[in-house]
């Protein structure tokens, strides 16, 4: 890029974590550490199913459906 726009670019510009995170839309999710990527992961993980035979685990949703709210129907 130096070469041909004659601008210095970092790697981060090019195309790290934060641009495909907040601009390209490559990448969901952005993590301050490894350890923090991990916890997301797991968390991740644990809304699928063990196999192919089981079914996703259920969380039980208070509230649901929200009440109706007649200012939305104007």
Request: proline share 0%; hydrophobic share 40%.
């Given at each position: 890029i130096r070469q041909v726009l004659a601008e210095e670019v970092t790697?981060?510009?090019?195309?790290g974590a934060v641009i495909h995170g907040?601009?390209?839309?490559v990448a969901h999710f952005v993590t301050e550490t490894e350890q923090e990527c991990f916890?997301?992961?797991?968390?991740?993980?644990?809304?699928l199913p063990s196999n192919n035979l089981e079914e996703p685990p259920r969380t039980e949703v208070s509230g649901w459906p929200p009440e109706e709210n007649p200012v939305l129907d104007d």
């Open positions: 790697h981060e510009q090019l195309g907040t601009t390209s839309g916890l997301l992961i797991r968390k991740l993980l644990s809304f």
